[in-house]
């Protein structure tokens, strides 16, 4: 007997890396990234949200202004 018969998931090509950044998370996925999140906010890991904002705000300037 042939091992793809019995676990087609042997023989099956895995995903580039390219192809798996471009698939869609999975729910369990979306909720582990929630998970760790909170974790990290909850033990003060991370930057302040306004911070960040900020600085998005002046990147998305800053390119505006550069075309």
């Not at 998305?60 to 075309?67: G, P, T, V």
Request: hydrophobic share 35%; glycine share 4%.
């Amino acid at each position: 007997m042939h091992l793809d018969k019995l676990n087609p998931t042997l023989t099956q090509a895995k995903p580039t890396l390219e192809e798996d950044n471009l698939r869609e998370p999975t729910k369990e996925e979306i909720m582990e990234d929630i998970r760790i999140g909170i974790i990290q906010a909850k033990a003060g890991l991370g930057r302040p949200a306004l911070e960040v904002l900020d600085e998005i705000d002046r990147e998305l300037r800053q390119d505006a202004n550069s075309h």
